[in-house]
């Protein structure tokens, strides 16, 4: 212990002993507000183009193309400094910047998603009654059903048709585009509604999205509304009712990413989880010259619905661009993997005041106060989860305090109150030493979910500090 004769013996034993936590803006260095604001517009930016996973994996090729970064080829000759990227079915994407060194090294990865909860439409959503149109929903993910009535919806996805043709559909991010709702009953009504548990009061079979009301003129058959929404569609986009069946159209909130607070430190939008840990891990891979090791970035599908599915992160994709990248060095990925990192770079609940019940402050991550680390996830008793080793939370410390990133450790909410996972156990079933990290959310899942600016900034910090560290 250092001696210093200002201070009393206690204090000089808090400071050397003790661990205190600060809030990062007592730890910014000299020029990171101005850098923080300019990485959070790219960020805005980033969530309002991108409001599917498929619209995310548009923006990543496009900035990566913008970058240097060239779609990858089986068989590429491939030299350090290179960049690739392989787009999965159009709804997850691997990036690669090859590093000095060979993969049987070991690579960095940063690994986030790219889905959202959302509403998708179901196959046959087209509905009249009492002469109003109607989509019936399949909610996706894991969503609070009562926040998602009475607010402003855009509708965006593929209609794919039998030719082979595939239809864009996105209405309500547009100039002058019309919005969708789902109504709710008034409060004069809504007695006996108000007094079911927040879980029943809005049943998944309500969850209708208003989409007409107007019936086709000169007209005596069934169905007027409906059929003068079909006769729209198929002007707009060429399809027919049966198209609906080869579709994938979801309900998204129709807010805008924007500053929150008189202060505008923390940013409002649907879909911070997990695009602002997505975006994080995109914008410090492309911001790298030539590492020592190899980096990847990895944005998957599905990881609300279980990381299943052939674009998730339990499917082969994965696997196969790394052995074809492997392949490039006569490399095997199990050699490859075991000496490789992944940061499982994922949203965490941040401490809220208005519900500290839920949550234990000594082991909660809060807004402000950096990247939050889980050594792991999981409920009932760390079930499903990864748990990464004491020997790989000492190397990230190390890694991040040699780069100056803010971060907390924090667990998810108090023991035996819930949980959560991430892809962090998929990687880590890889042979793969995983951390889960990112960015600490208020109202996590709904509609509109809110994160601090300083938290999103570190987050890009850490991955940047992991892609380059060796
Ligand atoms: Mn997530
Ligand atoms: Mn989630």
Redesign the pocket.
């Known amino acids: 212990m250092e001696e210093n004769k200002n201070l009393t013996r206690g204090e000089q034993l808090r400071k050397a002993l003790c661990y205190t936590k600060k809030n990062g803006y007592d730890r910014l260095i000299p020029g990171e507000l101005e850098a923080m604001e300019a990485y959070c517009a790219g960020y805005k930016q980033f969530l309002d183009a991108g409001k599917t996973e498929r619209e995310c994996v548009d923006r990543a090729i496009a900035m990566a193309e913008n970058a240097g970064f060239r779609r990858y080829e089986r068989g590429m000759e491939l030299k350090a400094g290179d960049k690739v990227y392989c787009s999965n079915r159009g709804k997850a994407i691997m990036l690669a910047v090859i590093g000095r060194q060979s993969m049987a090294e070991g690579v960095n990865i940063g690994a986030a998603?790219i889905d959202?909860?959302r509403l998708d439409l179901k196959p046959t959503p087209l509905y009249e009654e009492d002469e109003m149109a109607f989509l019936k929903t399949h909610y996706y993910?894991?969503l609070r059903k009562y926040q998602w009535v009475t607010i402003p919806l855009e509708l965006h996805g593929v209609v794919a048709l039998k030719s082979g043709e595939v239809i864009r559909v996105s209405v309500g991010n547009g100039e002058g585009d019309p919005l969708f709702t789902i109504d709710d009953l008034l409060p004069h009504l809504g007695m006996k509604q108000s007094k079911n548990p927040l879980s029943e009061a809005i049943p998944g079979e309500s969850l209708n999205i208003l989409v007409g009301s107007r019936p086709l003129a000169d007209d005596e058959g069934s169905d007027r509304v409906k059929i003068a929404v079909l006769e729209l569609l198929n002007r707009k986009y060429g399809i027919v009712e049966e198209d609906f069946i080869s579709a994938e159209l979801s309900a998204v909130p129709a807010f805008r990413a924007s500053d929150i607070g008189f202060d505008r430190s923390m940013i409002g939008s649907y879909g911070h989880?997990?695009r602002v840990c997505g975006y994080a891990a995109l914008a410090a891979l492309l911001q790298l010259q030539v590492p020592e090791r190899t980096a990847i970035c990895m944005l998957a599908d599905k990881?609300?619905i279980g990381s299943e599915g052939v674009s998730g992160m339990k499917s082969a994709a994965f696997d196969t661009f790394m052995a074809d990248l492997c392949a490039s060095q006569g490399v095997l990925p199990r050699v490859c993997y075991e000496k490789s990192f992944c940061l499982s770079a994922?949203?965490t609940a941040a401490f809220d005041p208005n519900f500290a019940d839920v949550y234990e402050k000594r082991n909660s991550a809060f807004v402000n106060y950096g990247v939050s680390l889980s050594k792991y996830t999981g409920a009932r008793g760390k079930s499903e989860a990864s748990d990464a080793s004491a020997e790989l939370v000492a190397y990230v410390r190390r890694v991040l305090d040699q780069a100056n990133v803010v971060w907390q450790m924090a667990e998810l909410g108090k023991v035996d109150e819930g949980g959560?996972g991430t892809v962090a156990a998929y990687m880590a079933q890889r042979n793969i030493d995983t951390l889960d990290a990112g960015v600490p959310v208020l109202s996590?899942?709904s509609p509109f979910e809110t994160v601090g600016k300083l938290d999103c900034y570190m987050t890009f910090k850490a991955m940047k500090a992991v892609f380059e560290a060796c």
């Open positions: 998603h959202s909860p993910g894991g989880d997990d990881e609300e994922d949203v959560g996590m899942h």
